[in-house]
């Protein structure tokens, strides 16, 4: 399996851009996280999805960003429009399981350096 | 709200040393434990979870530790190897919940 597919591996943009990550899970998977990485703010959970349905977006900053899964093996998060603080490592995660259930290891995808400038 | 700590925050050892990375939680009311390894400009790569109900985890020369009631995990690295440098985070899951909240993790350094 090639894993968490994320894309871009980088984006840099001028503030006021829209900006689009993407997500491809590992096939199978029915969990999809979105996750944000700051030096000052460590790692931190934006939304979380299971079979599609969004079930956690508690983490999203604010109205700028919306996440969406249209269907099982692709995800995307969009920041419209884009701020300099948005600069950060996002990750895409995914996991078997759902909400319940046993052995619901996490397994990340090589994360999208995005800088706003 | 759940809060996840590391100490140390940063740890240089020798090759060989046999060392242990703390992790501690303020809600004991969790669902599982995972600890992850992050290497420079990298994403997380899984290296035990833990559940609830199990005491410990072992993967080769780690070996990882769960004691719920007083809201602690460790993680033990034996016989460490320059290869194992990288920053180690824990992360906890509650009940009910996906989430994961995740400490700041510990950058560990092991000069041959």
């Known amino acids: 399996d090639a894993g968490v597919i994320q894309s871009p591996r980088h984006e840099v943009t001028e503030m006021g851009q829209e900006v689009t990550l993407r997500c491809k899970p590992i096939?199978?998977?029915?969990?999809l996280f979105w996750y944000r990485q700051t030096m000052m703010r460590g790692l931190e959970l934006l939304i979380y999805?299971?079979?599609?349905?969004?079930?956690?977006d508690s983490g999203m900053p604010e109205d700028r960003f919306s996440a969406k899964m249209p269907n099982a093996s692709f995800s995307t998060l969009k920041i419209q429009p884009s701020e300099p603080r948005d600069s950060a490592v996002y990750f895409c995660?995914?996991?078997?399981?759902?909400?319940?259930?046993?052995?619901?290891?996490?397994?990340f995808g090589p994360g999208t350096r995005l800088l706003v400038l | 709200k759940q809060e996840v700590t590391q100490i140390p925050a940063a740890l240089s050892v020798p090759e060989g040393e046999n060392l242990v990375l703390n992790c501690s939680f303020t809600?004991?009311?969790?669902?599982?434990l995972q600890w992850f390894r992050q290497d420079p400009g990298k994403g997380l790569t899984s290296l035990l979870l833990?559940?609830?109900?199990?005491r410990e985890q072992t993967s080769g020369r780690l070996n990882a530790s769960l004691d719920k009631s007083s809201g602690r995990s460790t993680l033990y690295i034996a016989a460490s190897q320059p290869g194992d440098s990288a920053t180690y985070l824990c992360?906890?899951?509650?009940?009910?919940?996906?989430?994961?909240?995740f400490g700041q993790g510990t950058t560990l350094q092991v000069k041959p």
């Open positions: 995660a995914s996991s078997l399981g759902g909400n319940k259930g046993v052995g619901e290891t996490q397994y």
């Open positions: 096939s199978g998977h029915n969990s």
């Open positions: 999805f299971n079979n599609n349905v969004p079930i956690d």
């Open positions: 809600d004991s009311a969790i669902y599982n």
């Open positions: 833990i559940q609830s109900s199990q």
């Open positions: 992360a906890v899951r509650g009940s009910n919940t996906g989430k994961l909240i």
